[in-house]
C-alpha cells in the first residue's frame, strides 16, 4: 500500500524540517526540506490522506550517515547542476576515469543545506552560496536562489491549455532556480560552463513509463531522436521511439537513461502508470532558438556543448548483482549552457503536475499534452 502524504509528511519531521505550502482547503500539498537543497520531497493532489507522489528513501533519509559518492534522499524536485560528464565536469575530479568509483556529487548539491530566506503558504524561496571546480581546472563563484511555488487549480489546467475536467485531482507546483555568475572572472566555453539541472524521483512501477514528445525531422537538421546510450544499449522492449515520442520503461530493474536535445525537445514530458493511474507532467523553460546544452555523456567529448534539454532516467543496477540508488525512475530538466559576465544570472523554470482519476480524463490530458493516448502509453511497452 503507498504511503500518504500523511505518513511521509510525519516521516520526514522526524528527521529534518520541512515547510509545506498548500492551497485553502489543504486538498493539494508541497513538502519542501531546506536542509536538503530546498528540494520538494512529496506532494498529494487530496489532501492528508491522499497519495505521497514523490519517491522517498525512507531508509537513507533515517540512517543519518553521509556517504561519498551521492546521498540519494528522493524528492520530486531537486536542484542539481550540470555538466556530469566531460572535460568540464564538476562530478568527476580532473584525470580521473569516467566510471563510477570516481563519480562523486559536489557536496553543495549533495550535502549542504540551502538558506531559508521566506515562505508562505504558497511559496517558499531559498538561497545558497557555493564554489565549484570542473575537470579542467575551472573554478566558478556561484550564488543560487530557488523559489518553489504552488500552483493554483486554474493556474494548472491553464498551462495545460485545457478547461477543467470533472473528478480530476491535480496538484501543480513549480520551480523557478537562478544561477548567478559571483566571481570576478566571465565564465567562457573555452574552460566550461554550468547548467541548472532540475531533477524529480517518482515511484517506479512494472506499470510506469516515461513518455517524452519531440519535433518530428531529419536527423540531418534536428539531430537524433534520443540519445540512449548514456549506460550502454537499452533492449528493445524497455525503449520505443516513433517519429513524435519517446517512451521508457520505468520499472527500475533495468539502469537506462534517455536525453533529447534541444531542437528535438518540446518543453515538456512526462510519465503515466497505467495501475494507479497517476499521470505526470513536467513543463520547463526552454529558450527559442538557443541549441548550446551542456553534455553529460561520461566520456572526453569532440562537442561539450552538444548536450541535452530533458533527461528520463530508470533505475536499476549499476552492474550485476550491485545494489540499486532507488528504486525510482527520474524526470529531469536543464538550462542552456550558462555564459555569464561577472554578475550575470540564468534562470530556469520547471513545473511539475500530477492528476488522478478517471481514466477517460486522463486520456484526454495525455492526448493534449503528451500527444498519445493513455491506451497507446499501456501497450507501447506491454508488461512481461
Not at 528540494?39 to 543519518?64: F, P
Not at 487549480?153 to 491535480?170: D, H, Y
Not at 477517460?360 to 506491454?382: E, H
Request: aromatic share 10%; net charge negative.
Amino acid at each position: 500500500m503507498d504511503a500518504t502524504f500523511r505518513d511521509d509528511l510525519a516521516f520526514l519531521r522526524k528527521h529534518t524540517d520541512v515547510i509545506v505550502l498548500s492551497d485553502e482547503q489543504g486538498t493539494a500539498q508541497v513538502a519542501l526540506a531546506p536542509v536538503l537543497q530546498g528540494r520538494v520531497m512529496t506532494s498529494t493532489a487530496e489532501g492528508d490522506s491522499g497519495r505521497s507522489l514523490g519517491w522517498i528513501n525512507r531508509e537513507r533519509i533515517a540512517s543519518g550517515q553521509a556517504r561519498p559518492h551521492i546521498n540519494v534522499f528522493g524528492g520530486e524536485d531537486r536542484f542539481w547542476m550540470g555538466p556530469e560528464g566531460g572535460q568540464y565536469s564538476i562530478f568527476f575530479a580532473k584525470g580521473a576515469p569516467f566510471d563510477l568509483a570516481h563519480w562523486f556529487v559536489p557536496e553543495a548539491l549533495d550535502k549542504w543545506p540551502f538558506q531559508t530566506l521566506s515562505h508562505t503558504r504558497e511559496r517558499a524561496q531559498f538561497a545558497a552560496d557555493f564554489a565549484l571546480t570542473n575537470y579542467s581546472d575551472t573554478r566558478f563563484e556561484v550564488h543560487i536562489e530557488r523559489e518553489i511555488r504552488l500552483l493554483s487549480r486554474e493556474s494548472a489546467w491553464q498551462s495545460l491549455g485545457l478547461p477543467a475536467l470533472p473528478n480530476i485531482a491535480l496538484i501543480a507546483f513549480e520551480s523557478n532556480n537562478k544561477l548567478v555568475n559571483a566571481g570576478w572572472e566571465p565564465w567562457r566555453k573555452e574552460t566550461g560552463l554550468l547548467s541548472i539541472w532540475i531533477a524529480g524521483m517518482f515511484k517506479a512501477s512494472p506499470a510506469a513509463t516515461i513518455v517524452v514528445p519531440i519535433q518530428p525531422g531529419p536527423q540531418s537538421e534536428l539531430g537524433v531522436a534520443v540519445t540512449s546510450d548514456y549506460f550502454g544499449a537499452v533492449p528493445a522492449d524497455r525503449l520505443k521511439v516513433t517519429e513524435n515520442t519517446v517512451l521508457l520503461r520505468a520499472d527500475a530493474n533495468f539502469r537506462s537513461k534517455i536525453g533529447i536535445n534541444p531542437k528535438r525537445s518540446c518543453g515538456k514530458l512526462g510519465s503515466y502508470d497505467t495501475r494507479q493511474r497517476v499521470l505526470t507532467l513536467v513543463q520547463f523553460t526552454q529558450p527559442p532558438g538557443v541549441h548550446d546544452y551542456v553534455s553529460s555523456l561520461w566520456k572526453l567529448q569532440d562537442d561539450p556543448y552538444s548536450g541535452d534539454a530533458s533527461n528520463g532516467y530508470n533505475d536499476g543496477p549499476p552492474a550485476p548483482g550491485a545494489t540499486p540508488f532507488g528504486p525510482f525512475y527520474e524526470l529531469e530538466t536543464s538550462s542552456p549552457a550558462a555564459a555569464l559576465a561577472p554578475g550575470g544570472s540564468l534562470n530556469h523554470t520547471h513545473r511539475t503536475i500530477h492528476l488522478t482519476g478517471p481514466e477517460s480524463g486522463l486520456d484526454t490530458v495525455a492526448r493534449a499534452v503528451l500527444g498519445v493516448s493513455v491506451t497507446q502509453i499501456a501497450t507501447a511497452l506491454p508488461l512481461k
